[in-house]
């Protein structure tokens, strides 16, 4: 059952975290989830507000004599990611999460999970309502719209918080501790072209259809090495139209700029004569793929299948472009950290490529820790694609959070991380995007830390967090706040 997950430890942390399991929270429907957030802070008797773009900030007077200690912001994201595995019925807008206990670890059925962030929101929750702790003055933000668009983020204005001190809860791994995040852009991509309405006589129709891969999230998921359901298509595209009179009629793969695509279907024609040929290469590229992702990849499924023949198909020459530009993309990890060695400093993502009524739509995310290296690395991607035509555009930039290895909170975390479990926790800066360095920008004088549980596959119908981990997260916050 489900409803066990309530009855874990620490309870109210895993009870707050099951109730927004209940509540459909996908980045771009915060209607609910921030109307439950409104009545959880008011139901406290504690002042409560949304600004202009619907944080939700919610402010717990400091224990007695606590009062002129230093504000801490508690701060996490309130939307999810929504992907679900294919063969799954599951609306993000309207249905519940089926979390469950596996093991030591709560999942989800065929779903992503939720706890990205979910769990920082449960923490933040169970500290305001838990009236036995010792704290200063706290006050928590939850944040709207982070994993598209970090709208909340960016939406912040300067007088809003009252914080000396920002306690970040969307970090995914225990025992480290986060001073530093890459920054992000959209490189958003197009080709408008008039579709040729001649299909070659006696061409056949056939849907290309690859899933099972494992994706993840194109931040900390990025160096695992795991398959782009993109790259792979079109990897295949070019030979079957090179080889074999393929015509591309329709392409549709990924579908979140910060998800690496998982499944990838393409419609295309090819003369009769040639059908066993293609039954026969899309075997070949499934062997080939299977041997090249083994130990990565386990469940990987390239098919193909006959279906009607469509009414049209892209012109030749922007195929051929489409396909060639793709395959020049770079994708994945593109550099790495000397700072912080086996970090990732730099990476893209080829996230999502679909065509419709006469254009073709890229998306990639391209995310650095160095400024001047994501705009080379947008440079690089500019020119492959304008090369071939297109037409590519900018947007959605956001700065990294610069490290200070010499924060005072850092230095009191360490010290009371150590005294807890008897270990140094690790210092380390994060490929992923967080709300820090877009906060930072609004509160320069803040002093930052990021905090989580083990979190594993999120963005992924893998998602998992570990319940053990939850609990030393929990002491660990409370016992920061207590010598703040």
């Known amino acids: ?220 998921d990025i160096h695992l090495g795991r398959a782009n359901a993109n790259k792979l298509m079109f990897r295949f595209l070019k030979e079957a139209v090179r080889d074999y009179g393929v015509r591309l009629s329709s392409v549709k793969g990924g579908s979140l700029r910060n998800a690496i695509p998982r499944e990838a279907f393409a419609i295309v024609t090819i003369p009769g004569d040639n059908v066993e040929a293609l039954w026969e290469l899309v075997a070949d590229y499934q062997d080939m793929y299977r041997e090249e992702y083994a130990g990565v990849e386990e469940r990987i499924a390239f098919t193909a299948e006959m279906v009607d023949l469509p009414k049209t198909l892209i012109p030749e020459e922007i195929q051929d472009d489409l396909i060639n530009a793709i395959e020049g993309c770079q994708n994945g990890v593109i550099s790495m950290l000397n700072d912080f060695p086996g970090t990732v400093e730099s990476s893209s993502n080829l996230a999502i490529v679909r065509t419709s009524n006469e254009l073709i739509e890229i998306n990639i995310l391209v995310r650095s820790s160095s400024e001047s290296r994501k705009y080379a690395v947008c440079s690089s991607l500019e020119s492959v694609f304008a090369l071939a035509g297109a037409k590519v555009e900018e947007s959605g930039a956001y700065n990294g959070w610069q490290p200070d290895i010499h924060s005072p909170i850092l230095r009191l975390m360490r010290s009371t991380y150590k005294d807890l479990f008897g270990k140094e926790p690790e210092v380390k800066v994060m490929h992923a995007g967080l709300e820090c360095g877009i906060i930072q920008g609004a509160y320069p004088n803040m002093d930052m830390v990021s905090i989580g549980p083990d979190l594993e596959h999120p963005h992924s119908p893998d998602e998992r967090v570990n319940i053990h981990s939850v609990q030393k997260v929990w002491d660990f916050l409370v016992a920061t706040l207590e010598r703040i």
């Open 1 to 220: 059952m489900s409803a066990e997950i309530k009855d874990l430890s620490p309870k109210q942390v895993w009870g707050y975290f099951y109730d927004l399991t209940r509540i459909p929270r996908p980045t771009g429907c915060m209607g609910e989830v921030t109307r439950f957030m409104v009545s959880f802070g008011k139901s406290l008797g504690l002042e409560t507000s949304c600004d202009e773009v619907g944080n939700v900030l919610i402010r717990k007077p400091a224990t007695l004599g606590r009062e002129n200690r230093k504000t801490v912001t508690l701060q996490a994201h309130l939307d999810m990611v929504p992907q679900k595995n294919a063969a799954v019925e599951h609306d993000f807008e309207k249905d519940p999460i089926d979390a469950y206990i596996d093991g030591d670890w709560v999942t989800a059925r065929e779903t992503t999970l939720g706890a990205d962030d979910g769990m920082g929101v449960a923490l933040a929750m169970a500290v305001l309502a838990d009236g036995t702790l010792e704290h200063g003055p706290i006050e928590a933000l939850f944040t709207v719209d982070e994993e598209q668009s970090m709208d909340g983020a960016f939406g912040l204005k300067p007088n809003f918080l009252k914080g000396d001190i920002l306690l970040n809860c969307d970090s995914e791994k225990e025992g480290e501790l986060f001073v530093g995040c890459a920054g992000g852009v959209d490189m958003n991509i197009s080709f408008q072209f008039k579709e040729d309405t001649y299909v070659p006589e006696g061409d056949v129709a056939v849907k290309i259809s690859l899933t099972g891969l494992r994706g993840g999230h194109s931040g900390v």
